[in-house]
């Protein structure tokens, strides 16, 4: 048998696993009274009326544009202008993706971390293992990597130089990942 969480093999009767912490036992959940057909049609059919609507206005609105349109010339300050805000449009857009990017990775970060604490909450004795201590010294070695790595990709780098610490970043979670597992299933202290 094994956890559905983290793939760790776990015996059978056992509540949590020892390497993510996570319940064994998973509750189903009883499948209520459904929907009335009814609700779902009439949703529809005003789904279908909207959509019209909505088109007939669209589509009717061009025609209009389209009959009492002539051409603009548009002045050369005009167009470097409307070039630069564009511009300006984008380089906000990038900033707000890195900030959304480098969000993402903390959050992997912290998931890390909390598994680790979890699990050596659940393993660690009163004295630790020479076995368990060096695991845990790899750990905290490969947390302060993750760290400084995520860091360093919210300084700005360049767009080459990020592919290759995301890259990093993926590498260093596996390692981490396996050294927690390594560190669930180290002999402990009696």
Request: charged share 30%; aromatic share 2%.
């Amino acid at each position: 048998m094994r956890c559905p969480h983290c793939g760790e093999p776990v015996q059978p009767g056992q509540e949590r696993c020892f390497a993510c912490g996570e319940k064994l036992r998973v509750r189903r959940l009883h499948r209520g009274a459904g929907i009335d057909p009814r609700i779902i049609i009439f949703a529809g059919v005003l789904f279908i009326i909207a959509l019209a609507g909505v088109l007939g206005v669209l589509l009717g609105g061009k025609r209009n544009q389209t009959a009492s349109r002539k051409p603009v010339r548009i002045r050369p300050a005009v167009q470097i202008q409307d070039s630069l805000r564009r511009e300006r449009t984008a380089d906000s857009q990038r900033v707000r993706t890195g900030d959304e990017e480098l969000a993402r990775l903390r959050e992997r970060v912290e998931r890390v971390r909390v598994r680790y604490e979890k699990v050596r909450s659940q393993v660690l004795g009163d004295k630790p293992t020479p076995e368990q201590q060096s695991l845990m010294s790899q750990i905290q070695r490969e947390l302060g990597t993750m760290n400084s790595r995520v860091a360093e990709l919210g300084a700005g780098v360049s767009s080459a130089r990020r592919s290759e610490i995301q890259a990093e970043i993926a590498e260093i979670e596996r390692r981490l990942n396996r050294l927690i597992s390594d560190f669930a299933r180290a002999p402990k202290s009696r």
